[in-house]
């Protein structure tokens, strides 16, 4: 038996991941222990997992600015001490940090205490933590066709993002019944990711009398704080039902993205990998103010594999005319979930896994 630090707080795309891996490797006997921020998303989904372990550390998201950059570096200075002192009582024989701010102490601490690093990059544009700390790990983890500079090839291994057991696709009539949606009418997802979109929240609303008159029923997540949970029963034009749901959170991404027939959602990669296992078809609006400007890379990856398309943020106007030529159109659909079917054929937990309890054993050997 192994002992995993799992470092993966601060977004849903790094949290969820590591629970899908903290589920893996204790699915295969090993302890895990995931480390995670003291954000309100973190504890939001935390509460769907009772059995797994958790460890909130200390820290803040780097920033430019000299009042934000001072509290980060004073944030992560009390960090690397409580994880120095993790490490010590927990003695893991690997560490996996999934990039972000709360990554940066426990992949130091690993560093100092001699314990074996794995970082796990899963946008197509590397981010600032898996650049800086990428020359300390044993491996890391990146999409496919992706190098890091720093990164020897020996440590690379290409790999997708980890998936959670629960994310898989399920029968669509099921899906909407769970989500109290007519199992006939077309349902439009509108998703901003684990902080929400404010721009894409307001088209959602903006555009409710467009869709209810053609029959499209639309499922907003509008993100934690933005917005209090709604239910509005409109009306078709020929004075049939339609449904429009506003919930600040989602705990219930199966169901979802099984019911939907489209989905309108920023390009995180966690959102992308969730699409991709139930095999939903999106129009991607990238966040114009990503670091690096990484959700354009991935939403280009994902359209060019033929998942869904990509449309800028300055061009929203245009949106509707998107969503209403793909989600009535069944043969563009299908061509999009054999797409997405391809795209899903690589076993990267299973990957991850076995690789991981390689470099642990020979840390204990």
């Known amino acids: 038996m192994s002992r995993f630090l799992i470092a993966c707080g601060g977004t849903g795309g790094h949290l969820s991941p590591g629970i899908a891996l903290a589920e893996a490797v204790i699915g295969r006997g090993h302890e895990a222990t995931l480390l995670i921020s003291r954000k309100k998303v973190d504890e939001r989904l935390i509460a769907k997992y009772p059995n797994l372990r958790f460890e909130r550390i200390p820290g803040s998201p780097f920033s430019w600015h000299p009042l934000r950059m001072a509290r980060c570096i004073a944030s992560q200075a009390r960090a690397l001490a409580f994880c120095l002192r993790l490490v010590a009582r927990f003695r893991p024989d690997a560490i996996v940090a999934f990039g972000g701010f709360s990554s940066v102490a426990i992949v130091l601490a690993g560093r100092i205490m001699r314990v074996p690093v794995a970082l796990h990059e899963s946008n197509r544009v590397p981010g600032l933590a898996t650049r800086a700390l990428g020359g300390l790990a044993r491996r890391v983890y990146l999409p496919f066709g992706i190098r890091l500079r720093r990164v020897g090839a020996a440590a690379t291994v290409n790999v997708g993002l980890p998936v959670r057991q629960e994310i898989a696709r399920l029968p669509r009539a099921e899906a909407r019944a769970a989500l109290s949606l007519d199992p006939n009418a077309k ?132 949106l509707h005319v998107e969503v209403r030529d793909i989600i009535f159109n069944d043969s563009l659909l299908r061509k999009f979930c054999g797409n997405l079917r391809r795209m899903d054929r690589a076993d990267s937990l299973g990957i991850m896994v076995r690789d991981l309890e390689e470099i642990a054993s020979r840390a204990t050997a």
């Not at 027939?261 to 990669?269: I, N, P, Y």
Request: charged residues 20%; hydrophobic residues 40%.
């Open 187 to 318: 349902v439009l997802a509108v998703l901003g990711g684990s902080q929400g979109a404010s721009v894409l929240n307001d088209w959602a609303r903006s555009h409710l009398p467009l869709f209810s008159s053609e029959g499209v029923q639309v499922y907003c997540v509008t993100g934690l704080g933005k917005g209090e949970p709604e239910i509005r029963d409109l009306k078709t034009r020929s004075g049939a039902p339609v449904r429009a749901v506003f919930t600040p959170f989602c705990d219930r991404m199966a169901e979802l993205l099984s019911a939907a027939d489209l989905v309108v959602s920023r390009a995180g990669a966690g959102t992308l990998a969730e699409l991709i296992r139930c095999e939903t078809p999106a129009i991607l609006v990238p966040y114009p103010h990503a670091a690096n400007d990484h959700q354009r890379a991935n939403a280009g990856f994902f359209e060019r594999q033929g998942g869904g398309v990509v449309l800028e943020q300055q061009s929203l106007d245009q």
